[in-house]
């Protein structure tokens, strides 16, 4: 039997910085944003609904005297849209908020003509395809400067037939001298679709009981016996999807339009704007004409509202409402000293974690080994953590980079993407193997880096501390989740700062064993041990392998799962192969590599492929008449609205800790039979893949990662349980509905 050779971190660091690196492309990053180039700054917000960049049109310079375009461009997705200052039936016009220097002042948005989208009987006012929402900026003489720097807070609604709100924090800086103009074709589009203003002349508006009599004269003569649209500025005014008729009679048109019976003014001038009609395609509407048109006579009485709208309903409808308004705020009760804390905790939490354990073979074996070498056993600890510390650290400005570049992202995003799930099942593999003994690093690899191990020792812990962060990055320990959820909306220093004590409290254990003389002295010495214990380490190894394997499917599909399996059992093949002697190693490892580089060709897509997301289904419960449902925005307002309880489970298939949670406490018979004596509804949200609802919805409860467990009901804030749940927390919790 050859030598023991312990398994070698130096020799998978490689395929580690392949999946530091495969998270981020499947994120569509601009890399040069990460390396702190011109798109670091908050320029565009992404996501799967609709993109949003701060663009900016200044040819002539940005000096005193000067007026400045700046504007929100949105470029929808395919039968997504936004909205226009009246946004019709339903829906809510795009708010911009702007913080400028001294000097300079921003007027209104110069709406683009909307189109009209009918939706059943109902019609919205808006935008598709991409749009720019321009607003003047006045440089004033009193302004100093070199550049203006434009900070912009804007929220749009984006619809199709379901609605997301969106918001993004934007900066941009525009310089006083030379030209900004790249963007200047979007600009020219958004003014040629502005409605043009032009006078009232002989046009008059004429109320009656249901109806608005139209008479408009001088309009475009192109567009006599057209079909037009009608938009009037004031919400509420008329009922945009209902029949209605229109009429040319010469250079005249006329309409007559239902009013609403529930409007809320009765206006002596009405702005509108009309254009020819045109149904949804790209971009604003056809350009159109906007006029101040007086109302002759009366407005007919309005109807009251109707009184018969439940009391849980309007409650929900207000919060709602409430919350649409304004901004989506993940703030969080917690200190920065109460988040560091917890970040320390958690760090120490998490090496009981499953997701650790397979990590423990490792350390165990090397501690054994240089129990009786003070300083090369301190040496290593201190390698250790700082390779733990910087991992976490680095981690950390990934996501926050990501985050600053536009995705909805949260803690454990990288195990999202198919390719990360499967580059950590082939790193696991050839963990397995080599501790299996199947083979050794020594045999395979050229001497040199072979020795590495042997000649620089603390490397070899550090890069052990470096792939320890790599195995616990899928799980959430108990204190953590409130911490990272703040961290989130900290400055960058601060944030940091999590990340690395949530690092250092990892680490702890370690750092504290080779430092305190009686932990050494309490490890076992070297000897045969060491190889039995390390053989029966691979088999948790090849568990965690099987549970990646899992992931993937719940991501690509059965086709994507056995695609990974296929590739690495070719790779088993060919680490063995390389271990052999004489000609049967040149033999087999050449089959073995073209078997392997014509997999990755085959079936390696299917691997990597994201497979289009179903709707889940429902899941039943021992517990008769309990099941859980598909978790939605829409689901969960319409059960709280309802009055009922809803406890809602945030998930994904990479969560070990949600897995260990979902088969025990939340399949506990008495944890069930509670939720059905109070009528609690049951919803999943599965975070598996990337879901921008399920990421602000964990935004509101001031958390970016799960597991996370949440009990709304009407008129109550939500409770947050732990991120280990126990059944006599749950059973405390449903007991105070």
């Known amino acids: 039997m050859p030598p023991t050779q312990a398994l070698h971190p130096s020799a998978v660091f490689r395929l580690l910085g392949a999946w530091l690196l495969a998270a981020a492309l499947p994120l569509g990053v601009n890399a040069q944003g990460l390396l702190g180039g011109p798109a670091a700054s908050a320029t565009v917000v992404q996501s799967d609904q609709a993109r949003a960049e701060i663009v900016a049109h200044a040819p002539d310079g940005a000096g005193p005297g000067q007026t400045v375009w700046v504007g929100l461009q949105l470029t929808h997705a395919p039968e997504w849209h936004t909205y226009w200052k009246n946004a019709g039936d339903s829906g809510l016009p795009t708010e911009l908020r702007w913080t400028l220097p001294p000097g300079v002042t921003a007027g209104d948005i110069a709406w683009p003509t909307p189109r009209k989208f009918p939706i059943g009987n109902l019609a919205n006012y808006g935008y598709d395809g991409t749009v720019v929402l321009p607003v003047p900026l006045t440089v004033g003489p009193e302004f100093k400067g070199d550049a203006i720097n434009v900070q912009l807070y804007a929220a749009w609604l984006v619809c199709r037939k379901e609605c997301i709100p969106e918001e993004g924090n934007f900066t941009l800086s525009i310089p006083v001298n030379g030209s900004t103009g790249s963007n200047g074709a979007a600009f020219a589009a958004s003014f040629e679709a502005a409605p043009k203003d032009q006078p009232a002349a002989g046009s008059q508006l004429q109320p009656e009981d249901g109806f608005l009599n139209v008479s408009l004269t001088d309009l475009p003569a192109v567009w006599r016996g057209k079909t037009l649209e009608f938009y009037p500025e004031t919400t509420g005014l008329i009922e945009p999807g209902s ?10 048109w006329t309409a007559r339009v239902p009013l609403s019976p529930h409007r809320s003014e009765s206006p002596t001038q009405l702005t509108l704007v009309v254009a020819e009609a045109n ?14 048109v007086p109302v002759q006579g009366a407005w007919p009485a309005v109807a009251p509202l109707p009184a018969a709208v439940p009391d849980a309903l309007q409650a929900a409808l207000d919060a709602n409402a409430a919350r649409a308004a304004a901004p989506v705020s993940s703030a969080s009760s917690l200190t920065l000293g109460a988040a560091l804390l917890g970040a320390l905790l958690g760090g120490l939490i998490l090496n009981l974690m499953p997701c650790v354990f397979p ?72 963990i397995g193997l080599n501790l299996a003994g199947l083979f050794e690093f020594g045999n395979v690899l050229p001497s040199r880096l072979a020795n590495l191990q042997a000649k620089n020792p603390t490397v070899d812990a550090f890069l052990t501390g470096v792939l320890a962060t790599a195995i616990a990055s899928p799980c959430t320990a108990p204190f953590m989740g409130a911490s990272l959820g703040l961290a989130i909306g900290l400055p960058a220093a601060q944030a940091l700062a999590v990340f690395a004590v949530l690092g250092v409290g990892m680490a702890l254990p370690y750092l504290a064993a080779s430092w305190i003389p009686a932990v050494a002295r309490a490890l076992p010495r070297p000897g045969a041990w060491m190889d039995t214990f390390r053989r029966g380490m691979a088999f948790p190894m090849f568990a965690t392998v099987v549970w990646l394997l899992w992931v993937l499917g719940q991501q690509s599909g059965i086709d994507g799962a056995a695609g990974l399996l296929m590739l690495l059992v070719v790779l088993a093949l ?33 691997v990597t492929r994201l497979q289009e997301s179903t709707p889940g289904q429902a899941v039943a419960t021992s517990q008769a008449g309990v099941s859980w449902q598909p978790w939605s925005p829409e689901t969960q307002a319409a059960l709280v609205a309802e009055g009922r309880p809803v406890f809602v489970d945030f998930t994904a298939a990479w969560c070990v800790t949600c897995q260990y949670n979902k088969r025990t406490t939340l399949a506990d018979a008495d944890v069930l039979g509670d939720m059905a ?59 105070r509905l």
């Open 243 to 252: 029949p209605w008729t229109q009429a040319w009679d010469g250079g005249r």
């Open 279 to 292: 149904p949804p395609g790209q971009g604003p509407g056809l350009a159109g004409a906007r006029l101040d």
């Open 359 to 430: 990590v423990l073979a490792i350390k165990v074996m090397a501690f054994a080994k240089h129990a009786n070498d003070r300083p090369a056993h301190r040496a290593n600890g201190l390698a250790y953590t700082a390779g733990v510390v910087l991992s976490f650290t680095a981690l950390g400005a990934l996501l926050l980079g990501l985050r600053a570049a536009g995705e909805q992202l949260g803690w454990g995003f990288q195990l999202q993407s198919p390719a990360v799930v499967a580059g950590l099942a082939v790193l696991f593999t050839l």
């Open 574 to 606: 060919l680490v063995w192969s390389l271990g052999l002697r004489g000609r049967s190693r040149a033999a087999l490892s050449v089959v073995s590599l073209a078997g392997l580089v014509w997999l990755g060709w085959a079936v390696g897509p299917n």
């Open 677 to 735: 004596g109070k009528n609690v509804a049951l919803l999943r949200a599965d975070w598996t893949r990337r879901d921008p609802a399920v990421t602000a919805a964990l935004a509101t409860l001031g958390r970016n990662g799960v597991p996370v467990y949440a009990i709304y009901k009407n008129g109550q804030a939500p409770q947050v349980l732990s991120e280990v749940l126990s059944v006599e927390e749950v059973r405390a919790a449903l007991s």
